[in-house]
């Protein structure tokens, strides 16, 4: 499964990084392909290219402030969380990503 997402929290940092870093460290102990842009007070790092985005099968947003860019996520199945859930529970939210694809491939799209 590919898995990309952004992380910003309200300062930009200590959460958006820690988030980034749980999350990919989650994606990747799962066996997902993840990469996860950080917004934080330095500007965008590890930004998404478009390919990216297109051939992720789902994004999951981890912020606490309005992200930039948002709407080249369109279209696509999107998971939105606090930074505190990304930073607590990874594993979890990683594994809801995984059903919530999975479900979404057994309904052909429909939900």
Do not use: D, H, M
């Given at each position: 499964m590919k898995i990309v997402g952004v992380a910003a929290c309200t300062v930009g940092i200590a959460h958006t990084y820690i988030a980034q870093e749980k999350l990919e460290n989650a994606g990747k102990k799962a066996g997902h392909e993840i990469q996860i842009e950080t917004q934080g007070t330095i500007g965008i790092e590890n930004a998404l290219t478009q390919n990216q985005v297109d051939e992720a099968d789902i994004v999951i947003l981890a912020s606490d402030v309005k992200i930039a860019g948002r709407e080249?996520?369109?279209?696509?199945?999107?998971?939105?969380?606090?930074?505190?859930?990304?930073?607590?529970?990874?594993?979890?939210?990683?594994?809801?990503?995984?059903?919530?694809?999975?479900?979404q491939k057994q309904t052909g799209g429909r939900t």
């Open positions: 080249r996520f369109e279209g696509k199945r999107i998971i939105q969380v606090t930074t505190e859930i990304a930073v607590k529970s990874p594993n979890k939210l990683i594994q809801k990503a995984a059903e919530v694809v999975s479900q």
